[in-house]
Protein backbone atom coordinates (compact mmCIF):
# COMPACT_ATOMS: atom_id res chain seq x y z
CA UNK A 1 0.00 0.00 0.00
CA UNK A 2 2.88 2.69 0.38
CA UNK A 3 3.95 1.99 -2.56
CA UNK A 4 0.95 3.32 -4.17
CA UNK A 5 0.80 6.27 -2.51
CA UNK A 6 4.15 7.12 -3.01
CA UNK A 7 3.88 6.35 -7.44
CA UNK A 8 0.64 8.48 -6.95
CA UNK A 9 2.68 11.47 -5.21
CA UNK A 10 5.29 11.03 -8.04
CA UNK A 11 2.75 10.95 -11.13
CA UNK A 12 1.18 14.13 -9.56
CA UNK A 13 4.75 15.68 -9.20
CA UNK A 14 5.37 15.17 -12.42
CA UNK A 15 2.11 16.12 -13.63
CA UNK A 16 2.64 18.80 -11.99
CA UNK A 17 5.99 20.11 -13.15
CA UNK A 18 7.06 20.63 -9.64
CA UNK A 19 10.84 20.76 -10.35
CA UNK A 20 12.15 24.86 -10.50
CA UNK A 21 14.73 24.10 -13.35
CA UNK A 22 11.89 22.57 -15.82
CA UNK A 23 10.41 25.00 -17.94
CA UNK A 24 7.06 24.44 -19.54
CA UNK A 25 6.86 25.21 -22.77
CA UNK A 26 4.35 26.90 -24.94
CA UNK A 27 2.88 25.16 -27.87
CA UNK A 28 3.05 27.41 -31.07
CA UNK A 29 -0.25 28.74 -31.25
CA UNK A 30 -0.03 29.95 -27.64
CA UNK A 31 3.61 32.01 -28.24
CA UNK A 32 2.02 33.08 -31.95
CA UNK A 33 -0.76 34.67 -29.82
CA UNK A 34 1.35 36.19 -27.18
CA UNK A 35 3.74 37.62 -29.79
CA UNK A 36 0.58 39.11 -31.58
CA UNK A 37 -0.26 41.06 -28.38
CA UNK A 38 3.53 42.27 -27.55
CA UNK A 39 3.12 43.44 -31.28
CA UNK A 40 -0.24 45.03 -30.56
CA UNK A 41 0.97 46.39 -27.65
CA UNK A 42 3.98 48.16 -29.47
CA UNK A 43 2.06 49.44 -32.18
CA UNK A 44 -0.50 50.92 -29.71
CA UNK A 45 2.72 52.51 -27.98
CA UNK A 46 4.06 53.78 -31.37
CA UNK A 47 1.28 55.57 -31.84
CA UNK A 48 0.73 57.42 -28.11
CA UNK A 49 4.50 58.32 -28.82
CA UNK A 50 2.80 59.80 -32.28
CA UNK A 51 0.04 61.52 -30.81
CA UNK A 52 2.17 62.82 -28.10
CA UNK A 53 4.90 64.66 -30.22
CA UNK A 54 1.51 66.07 -32.25
CA UNK A 55 -0.32 67.71 -29.32
CA UNK A 56 1.28 71.11 -27.76
CA UNK A 57 1.75 72.35 -25.02
CA UNK A 58 -2.01 73.87 -24.60
CA UNK A 59 -3.16 70.38 -25.51
CA UNK A 60 -1.88 68.88 -22.67
CA UNK A 61 -3.40 71.38 -20.55
CA UNK A 62 -7.17 70.57 -22.46
CA UNK A 63 -6.11 66.59 -21.83
CA UNK A 64 -5.45 67.54 -18.34
CA UNK A 65 -8.59 69.38 -17.36
CA UNK A 66 -10.49 66.40 -19.31
CA UNK A 67 -8.73 63.93 -17.21
CA UNK A 68 -9.08 65.43 -13.20
CA UNK A 69 -11.75 62.87 -12.98
CA UNK A 70 -9.61 60.05 -13.38
CA UNK A 71 -5.70 61.13 -12.00
CA UNK A 72 -5.21 62.93 -9.01
CA UNK A 73 -4.48 66.74 -8.87
CA UNK A 74 -0.94 65.82 -7.82
CA UNK A 75 -0.09 63.60 -10.42
CA UNK A 76 -1.10 65.75 -12.92
CA UNK A 77 1.24 68.53 -12.06
CA UNK A 78 3.82 66.26 -12.82
CA UNK A 79 2.55 65.31 -15.95
CA UNK A 80 4.39 67.64 -18.74
CA UNK A 81 3.68 65.67 -22.15
CA UNK A 82 0.40 63.82 -23.25
CA UNK A 83 2.20 61.13 -22.98
CA UNK A 84 2.72 60.92 -19.26
CA UNK A 85 -1.20 61.31 -19.05
CA UNK A 86 -1.49 58.53 -21.38
CA UNK A 87 0.98 56.33 -19.05
CA UNK A 88 -1.07 57.09 -16.15
CA UNK A 89 -4.29 56.06 -17.68
CA UNK A 90 -2.32 53.02 -19.02
CA UNK A 91 -1.40 51.67 -15.50
CA UNK A 92 -5.02 52.27 -14.32
CA UNK A 93 -6.01 50.41 -17.01
CA UNK A 94 -8.26 52.87 -18.37
CA UNK A 95 -6.69 53.39 -21.80
CA UNK A 96 -5.32 49.90 -23.87
CA UNK A 97 -4.64 48.83 -27.25
CA UNK A 98 -7.43 46.48 -26.93
CA UNK A 99 -9.89 49.62 -25.85
CA UNK A 100 -8.53 52.86 -27.03
CA UNK A 101 -11.46 54.68 -26.80
CA UNK A 102 -10.67 57.03 -24.07
CA UNK A 103 -8.12 58.41 -26.82
CA UNK A 104 -10.17 58.65 -29.61
CA UNK A 105 -12.53 60.77 -27.34
CA UNK A 106 -10.15 63.32 -26.19
CA UNK A 107 -8.69 63.80 -29.19
CA UNK A 108 -12.01 64.66 -30.38
CA UNK A 109 -12.70 67.01 -27.31
CA UNK A 110 -9.46 68.99 -28.05
CA UNK A 111 -10.47 69.01 -31.50
CA UNK A 112 -7.83 67.29 -33.02
CA UNK A 113 -9.72 64.87 -35.24
CA UNK A 114 -6.65 64.51 -37.70
CA UNK A 115 -5.36 62.29 -34.95
CA UNK A 116 -8.46 60.29 -35.06
CA UNK A 117 -6.88 58.42 -37.58
CA UNK A 118 -4.09 57.73 -35.69
CA UNK A 119 -6.70 55.39 -33.12
CA UNK A 120 -8.10 53.78 -36.30
CA UNK A 121 -11.38 56.14 -35.56
CA UNK A 122 -13.34 58.68 -37.56
CA UNK A 123 -15.19 61.83 -35.87
CA UNK A 124 -18.15 59.84 -36.77
CA UNK A 125 -17.60 57.07 -34.77
CA UNK A 126 -16.52 59.11 -31.69
CA UNK A 127 -19.77 61.25 -32.05
CA UNK A 128 -22.04 58.05 -32.26
CA UNK A 129 -19.99 55.94 -29.49
CA UNK A 130 -19.21 59.22 -27.18
CA UNK A 131 -22.66 58.50 -25.30
CA UNK A 132 -22.06 54.95 -24.52
CA UNK A 133 -18.82 54.68 -23.94
CA UNK A 134 -17.87 58.08 -23.29
CA UNK A 135 -15.34 58.38 -20.24
CA UNK A 136 -14.24 61.47 -20.18
CA UNK A 137 -17.66 63.19 -17.71
CA UNK A 138 -20.41 64.71 -19.70
CA UNK A 139 -19.76 68.27 -17.21
CA UNK A 140 -15.97 68.41 -18.29
CA UNK A 141 -16.86 67.86 -22.31
CA UNK A 142 -19.54 70.56 -21.78
CA UNK A 143 -17.07 72.66 -19.82
CA UNK A 144 -14.29 72.39 -22.04
CA UNK A 145 -15.10 74.21 -25.18
CA UNK A 146 -16.35 77.50 -22.87
CA UNK A 147 -12.90 77.17 -20.69
CA UNK A 148 -11.06 77.27 -24.18
CA UNK A 149 -13.32 79.90 -25.24
CA UNK A 150 -13.21 82.03 -21.99
CA UNK A 151 -9.17 81.74 -22.29
CA UNK A 152 -9.40 82.87 -25.80
CA UNK A 153 -11.65 85.76 -25.23
CA UNK A 154 -9.39 86.60 -22.34
CA UNK A 155 -6.23 86.72 -24.27
CA UNK A 156 -7.49 88.72 -27.14
CA UNK A 157 -8.61 91.43 -24.42
CA UNK A 158 -5.31 91.71 -22.95
CA UNK A 159 -4.00 92.51 -26.14
Known sequence: MPE?????IRSRQLSQNTRPD???????SQRFNSTLDDNRRVNFRKKLLIIN????DGDVECLKFLCQDYITPRKLETCSRALDIFECRLQRELLSAEDPFFLAEVLYAIQHE???QRVGCTKEQVQSWLHARGRASHF???LYPLSYQGSTL???MTK
Open 4 to 8: RSEDN
Open 22 to 28: QKVMASP
Open 114 to 116: VLL
Open 140 to 142: RRI
Open 154 to 156: GAK
Open 53 to 56: LALG
